[in-house]
Structures are given as C-alpha cells and as structure tokens.
T-cell receptor, first 111, second 113 residues
Framework: GQQLNQSPQSMFIQEGEDVSMNCTSS?????WLWYKQDPGEGPVLLIA?????ELTSNGRLTAQFGITRKDSFLNISASIPSDVGIYFC???????????FGTGTRLQVFP | DVKVTQSSRYLVKRTGEKVFLECVQD?????MFWYRQDPGLGLRLIYF???????EKGDIPEGYSVSREKKERFSLILESASTNQTSMYLC????????????FGPGTRLTVL
C-alpha cells in the first residue's frame, strides 16, 4: 500500500529545546493531520491542514502543509516533559477518502 | 466533548478463542474504523464502515470480521485468535462527506497466548 515516510523515528531532547519532524511521500495529499499518542492511549488530533502552504498553530505546536502537497512538517517550541509521546502524521490521498498514517516519531524530553 | 470508547483496555485470550472488541462513539458519526498498531508498522486499517450494516475491507482484513448493527457501535471479531494477532487495536470514527478527521478511542491491548 501507500507509504508515508516519517522522520526522525525517535528524538531525545532536553526540556526547553525546539523539535522538528516531518512526513514525506511520493504521492499527493489533500489533507494532512498530526496526532499525538500518549503511552497506553489512543491518538489525539493536534492539528489539521487543508491547503498547500497552510501554516497552523496550536499553542506551542506549528504544522505546515508542504507546497508540493507531498509533505508536512510539525514543530514544537520550548518542549516540556508532557510533550513526551509518539507523534503521527496522517495524509488523505488525492482523489480518495483514505487516510495513510506515518510510522510515528517517538519523543523523549529530559528535564 | 467527543468520545470514542472501547470495551476493554487490556485483554488476554488463548489461541483459537473467539474474541469480540467493541467500540462505541457518541458523536453521531457515520464512518467507523478499526486499526491495529504494531511497533515500526504504524497504524494499519483492518475494516471500516460508512453506514449501518455496511462494511469494507481495509489493508489487512484476513483473520478478522466486523459487525455494525447500530450507527454508534462497531465490533471487531477475531473468529479464531492467533498469536500473530497480539497487538494494540484502535477504533476511530469520523463524519461523512466533510472533514477527514478521525477521532480515536483509547485502544485495546490484546495478547493472544
């Protein structure tokens, strides 16, 4: 099936640092979603992007829909311990209503 | 507040048992989905449903079946559980014809011995 390449696979950072992660594909997407999953819980929607070039913020989180429509980026500024978890991107393929998920970025924040 | 609930958080079953995983949403969503989540493989779609009594195969339907008798409830059935079905199972729901955003339940961690 279709693949979304999400990187990095994991990150170990110090509290206060900024974080960047991205998802890329060879396919074109209509929508990008970013989710966070806490240990032992289901994913929670953080940000939704609907238009190429769109930049959307949710508190310290900012996500961008890539101009080529083949990628998306998530930034977290001034990380705190509760940012720990797995971050997933999900993209809606052009001309379908199917969501494809990335394999996740595991974030660890050390005090 | 939107809510998707799953009947069990943790389940331990034996090989060959029939297993039912239940999912209920209170958002009046038309669409419901079952995924399994395994380390390094991300979320993989097992089955989905766009309406009551309707079901469609996802990417990995083998060994599973589903039932949707009511709009708010979507059940995943493992007819004869096997050890390779040990996984985290996630249910999600979304509106039809509008936003693609899916809302997830807390997950059921199933172990098959």
């Amino acid at each position: 099936g279709q693949q979304l390449n999400q990187s990095p696979q994991s990150m170990f950072i110090q509290e206060g640092e900024d974080v960047s992660m991205n998802c890329t594909s060879s396919s074109i997407f209509n929508t990008w979603l970013w989710y966070k999953q806490d240990p032992g819980e289901g994913p929670v929607l953080l940000i939704a992007l609907y238009k190429a070039g769109e930049l959307t913020s949710n508190g310290r989180l900012t996500a961008q829909f890539g101009i080529t429509r083949k990628d998306s980026f998530l930034n977290i500024s001034a990380s705190i311990p509760s940012d720990v978890g797995i971050y997933f991107c999900a993209g809606q393929l052009e001309d379908t209503d199917k969501l494809i998920f990335g394999t996740g970025t595991r974030l660890q924040v050390f005090p | 507040d939107v809510k998707v609930t799953q009947s069990s958080r943790y389940l331990v079953k034996r090989t060959g048992e029939k297993v039912f995983l239940e999912c209920v949403q209170d958002m009046d969503h038309e669409n419901m989905f079952w995924y399994r989540q395994d380390p390094g493989l991300g979320l993989r779609l097992i089955y989905f449903s766009y309406d009551v009594k309707m079901k469609e195969k996802g990417d990995i339907p083998e060994g599973y079946s589903v039932s949707r008798e009511k709009k708010e409830r979507f059940s995943l059935i493992l007819e004869s559980a096997s050890t390779n079905q040990t996984s985290m199972y996630l249910c999600a729901s979304s509106f039809q014809g509008g936003s693609i955003e899916q809302f997830f339940g807390p997950g059921t961690r199933l172990t098959v011995l």
